[in-house]
């Protein structure tokens, strides 16, 4: 997670709490893909693109309470809203979701060829390799 913010600042929910991990929520779907029905992966790209937008709402809301003349105001709140939606969406859902689709399937193809293994034995393997990569790819997105 990011580093807590300065002494007196406003604390962000969804950057600076537990919250921000639900960003993250369809990795641990995409992790247990081979192990869960398709239903609860797509579940927990509900719960990340639900965080997604709840982020992009509150950084708008915050834009539109800025003491600013009336003029802008409307544009302010709709780049605060569309930055955030595009950033998250990339940053939270789309980059580390893909990115931990193919190390598992990349895993279990692998384990297929080159093991005898039974396949619970592979599918379980792949979920541990996923469930592991998760940390990897999220920190250096969360600095």
Same mark, same amino acid.
């Given at each position: 997670?990011?580093?807590?913010?300065?002494?007196?600042?406003?604390?962000?929910?969804?950057?600076?709490?537990?919250?921000?991990?639900?960003?993250?929520?369809?990795?641990?779907?995409?992790?247990?893909?081979? !192990?869960?029905?398709?239903?609860?992966?797509? !579940?927990?790209?509900?719960?990340?693109?639900?965080?997604v937008l709840?982020?992009?709402?509150?950084? %708008?809301?915050? /834009?539109?309470?800025?003491?600013?003349?009336?003029?802008?105001?409307?544009?302010?709140?709709?780049?605060?809203?569309?930055?955030?939606?595009?950033?998250?969406? !990339?940053?939270?859902?789309?980059?580390? %979701?893909?990115?931990?689709?193919?190390?598992?399937?990349?895993?279990?193809?692998?384990?297929?060829?080159?093991?005898?293994?039974?396949? /619970?034995?592979?599918?379980?393997?792949?979920?541990?390799?996923?469930l592991l990569?998760?940390?990897?790819?999220?920190?250096?997105?969360?600095?």
């Open positions: 997670m990011s580093e807590p913010p300065p002494r007196g600042a406003e604390r962000d929910l969804f950057r600076d709490t537990w919250v921000r991990y639900l960003g993250y929520a369809n990795e641990v779907g995409e992790a247990f893909r081979s !192990l869960v029905p398709a239903a609860v992966v797509w !579940l927990s790209y509900g719960v990340s693109s639900s965080y709840a982020d992009a709402i509150d950084k %708008g809301k915050k /834009a539109r309470d800025v003491p600013s003349p009336e003029a802008g105001r409307s544009t302010r709140v709709t780049v605060a809203m569309v930055d955030t939606f595009v950033w998250q969406s !990339l940053a939270s859902v789309a980059i580390p %979701g893909f990115t931990i689709n193919r190390v598992c399937a990349a895993s279990l193809y692998i384990l297929g060829t080159a093991t005898r293994w039974p396949l /619970a034995v592979r599918k379980w393997t792949t979920t541990a390799l996923g990569a998760i940390p990897i790819i999220i920190h250096p997105i969360d600095r």
